[in-house]
């Protein structure tokens, strides 16, 4: 456990399978609704990892943004075997007028994951509505991934 309490001692160290990054921007984007934003650059892994499962943590910030007015956040993951791309389902955090939001989801592939990357999309209403959306400036977007494996035992069942 990476964090320690003991008689008047207190002691934190980071989890080294823990990756994580901070998104942001300095001017406005806006987005067609047929278009998206992907943030770069993408989480790479070595397959040697064999990091088979992940957890992912976003939270977004988008100053001013009314929650209807929220992108949505598609997250593509790939492996030896191809990938897939799955909407995050995202929460306002604190009031609907913050411009906040958390989500979180978890992926697992057969084989061992190369890569996740983040994409930013107008969200449903505003695609049925053929409506842009705007990501206003100093938006933030803190990503968090944690690997989920542990070491395999592989066990054969016989009938």
């Not at 993951?77 to 995202?90: I, L």
């Not at 939001?101 to 053929?130: K, W």
Request: contains cysteine; negative net charge; charged residues 20%.
């Amino acid at each position: 456990m990476p964090l320690t309490i003991s008689k008047n001692k207190f002691a934190y160290s980071p989890d080294t399978s823990l990756r994580q990054v901070e998104y942001t921007n300095t001017q406005p984007i806006t987005l067609a609704h047929t278009d998206f934003k992907p943030l770069e650059p993408s989480c790479e892994f070595d397959a040697d990892e064999k990091v088979h499962h992940v957890r992912i943590q976003l939270h977004g910030y988008f100053p001013g943004a009314p929650v209807e007015f929220l992108p949505e956040f598609r997250i593509s993951c790939t492996s030896a075997r191809g990938g897939e791309t799955r909407t995050v389902p995202m929460d306002p955090a604190f009031e609907p007028s913050s411009g906040e939001c958390r989500g979180v989801i978890s992926l697992s592939h057969r084989e061992p994951i190369t890569e996740i990357s983040f994409m930013l999309y107008p969200n449903d209403a505003q695609r049925a509505n053929q409506l842009s959306a705007t990501v206003p400036a100093g938006a933030r977007v803190h990503v968090s991934i944690e690997a989920n494996d542990a070491p395999l035992s592989v066990h054969v069942v016989s009938s």
